[in-house]
Every structure is written in C-alpha cells, then in structure tokens.
C-alpha cells in the first residue's frame, strides 16, 4: 500500500492530547464494567488496549472519545490545556452509501461539506491514504480495506489530537490487515496525534504501540512499555518476552506450566 507522504494540515499537530483518567466507574444498571480506571497517556504516544471480550474496552474508549458521560470518576482529556479534539474510528467503516468517497471524508468537517475549503482539505486527506483517485467513487465499489481507509480520512480532515481506535481492522483480511497497520503507523508519525488501539491481536499491540495497557474485567491488570525501536518487524524474535506475558495474562496461564484455565 503505497500512501503518499503529505500532511492532511498545514500545521502538523503538535504533540496530539493529553488523557487522564482518575478512579474511572461505569456501570449499566447492577452491572459495574469499570471499576476504578487510573491512567496518564503522554501526549503523541501510541497506546494499545488489549482484553478478552466483554472486559470494558469499548465502554472506556467511548468515555475517552466523549461519547458518554454517564460515568464517575475523572476524564481529562487536553492539549496545552485546553479541551482536544477527539475522533473515533469503529470495526465497521460506517459510510454514507449515498454519499460519494470524497463526501464521506468531508462529513468529518461538520455540516459545511459542500466548502471549497471542506473538499480541499478531504482530498489531502484521501491523498494521505492513497486513495486520491477514488474520490468519485461511490462507497459500495470498494473493498474492505478501502472503505476502511476513507473511514480513517473522514477522522484525519478534521485534524484530531486524539484518534481513538475500536478494533478498526478486526474485520480485514491478515494481508490487508498489515498494510492498514502501516498506514496507520504512518500517519500517526505524520500528523502527531494521540492514538488509542483496541486490538485482540497482541501482535498489533507490540507492532504498534509504544505501550499497552492489559484491561481485565474493568481493571488495568497489566500496563507496559513497549522499548523497540520503530519501524518494527512483525513477528519479531525481540517481541518473545513481551507475548509471552500478554498472552499468559490474556489467558489465564502460568507461563511456566502453560495451563490454559480460561
Ligand atoms: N449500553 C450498554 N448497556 C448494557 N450493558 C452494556 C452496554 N455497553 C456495554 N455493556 C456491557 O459491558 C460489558 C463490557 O462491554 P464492552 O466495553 O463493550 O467490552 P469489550 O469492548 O471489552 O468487549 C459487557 O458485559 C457488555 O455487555
Ligand atoms: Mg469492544
């Protein structure tokens, strides 16, 4: 996948948001999801969230995207010490089927689509995702990874400081699923924001991220950092150590006897 190197905004982001979360709760009626969440995310830092299903990720994703504000406990999410701006990308592309590619990125700009400047700046932002030439294109002729990347310009036109992720390419082939991963990667180095990946796969994790936050039935159970150099090989011998200890955690097994107790 070939993207081209061209900033979506004059002014790269500076240094993308800061998070932080004091004694995060959430529940849903009887049921507590959250039970205390305390976490500080530098700003422009990569971060990956990692859990079995059902664990919270998603319902502490939507509270840091502002999407729901029923929770107890602090949210703080700020650049220079002003409130962000935060954008958040889902599993499914979530396209306008009667809106052209190039209308669905400016969608990200709010109500005033139709501007010259809202079709400028969604055209840099297709560049930045190699799809310029799609533009006219309607959303039901692209595959999945396309309509994956036109969802990730509709979040970039708008330049975020914080680009919140839900398992974005959860439903991509592996082979698809690679060249999104360095895209992403790509553009995050480009545009300096903030980045939140819920992932399953622990190797996304360690390819990505520069830390990666282990949640457990709505604790952090494990929050590490991830020390290799960028850019990473998938799969490499370096990550062995770092697996072995999600994964156990992940799984419920003692590393030494590998007794998966799930
Ligand atoms: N709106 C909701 N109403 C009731 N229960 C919910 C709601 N959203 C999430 N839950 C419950 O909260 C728990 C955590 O969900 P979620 O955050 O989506 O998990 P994850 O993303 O880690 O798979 C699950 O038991 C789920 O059923
Ligand atoms: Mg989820």
């Given at each position: 996948?070939?993207?081209?190197a061209?900033?979506i905004?004059?002014?790269?982001?500076?240094?993308?948001a800061s998070?932080?979360?004091?004694t995060?709760?959430r529940?849903?009626?009887?049921?507590?999801?959250?039970?205390?969440?305390d976490l500080?995310?530098?700003?422009?830092?990569?971060?990956a969230?990692?859990?079995?299903?059902?664990?919270?990720?998603?319902?502490?994703?939507?509270?840091?995207?502002?999407?729901?504000?029923?929770?107890?406990?602090?949210?703080?999410?700020?650049?220079?010490?002003?409130?962000?701006?935060?954008?958040?990308?889902?599993?499914?592309?979530?396209?306008l089927?009667?809106?052209?590619?190039?209308?669905?990125?400016?969608v990200?700009?709010?109500?005033?689509?139709?501007?010259?400047?809202?079709?400028?700046?969604?055209?840099?932002?297709?560049d930045?995702?190699?799809?310029?030439?799609?533009?006219?294109?309607w959303?039901a002729?692209?595959?999945?990874?396309?309509?994956q990347?036109?969802?990730?310009?509709r979040?970039?036109?708008?330049?975020?400081?914080?680009?919140?992720?839900?398992?974005?390419?959860?439903?991509?082939?592996?082979?698809?699923?690679?060249?999104m991963?360095?895209?992403?990667?790509?553009?995050?180095?480009?545009?300096g924001?903030?980045a939140?990946?819920?992932t399953?796969?622990?190797t996304?994790?360690?390819?990505?991220?520069?830390?990666?936050?282990?949640i457990?039935e709505?604790r952090?159970?494990?929050?590490?950092?991830?020390?290799?150099?960028?850019?990473?090989?998938?799969?490499?011998?370096?990550?062995?150590?770092?697996?072995?200890?999600?994964?156990?955690?992940?799984?419920?097994?003692?590393?030494?006897?590998?007794?998966?107790?799930?």
């Open positions: 996948m070939s993207a081209q061209l900033r905004s004059d002014t790269a982001s500076q240094s993308g998070i932080t979360l004091n995060v709760t529940s849903f009626g009887a049921l507590r999801v959250l039970e205390g969440i500080t995310i530098e700003p422009g830092s990569f971060v969230i990692v859990g079995q299903s059902g664990s919270g990720k998603s319902t502490l994703l939507r509270i840091i995207a502002g999407l729901d504000a029923d929770y107890g406990g602090r949210v703080l999410i700020e650049k220079n010490h002003v409130p962000a701006v935060a954008r958040i990308m889902y599993q499914e592309p979530r396209l089927p009667w809106a052209t590619v190039i209308g669905n990125v400016a990200g700009l709010g109500p005033d689509v139709e501007s010259k400047f809202a079709l400028t700046r969604a055209r840099r932002a297709l930045a995702v190699g799809l310029g030439d799609r533009a006219a294109d959303p002729i692209l595959s999945g990874g396309q309509k990347r036109v969802a990730l310009a979040t970039l036109v708008s330049k975020p400081d914080l680009l919140v992720l839900d398992e974005p390419l959860g439903a991509l082939d592996a082979l698809t699923r690679i060249g991963q360095s895209l992403l990667e790509q553009v995050w180095r480009e545009e924001f903030t939140l990946l819920v399953h796969d622990v996304e994790a360690l390819t990505l991220a520069d830390r990666i936050v282990l457990e709505g952090i159970a494990l929050d590490i950092d991830v020390p290799f150099e960028r850019p990473r090989r998938r799969g490499a011998v370096q990550f062995g150590a770092l697996e072995e200890q999600l994964l156990s955690t992940l799984l419920k097994t003692s590393p030494r006897t590998e007794e998966y107790v799930i």
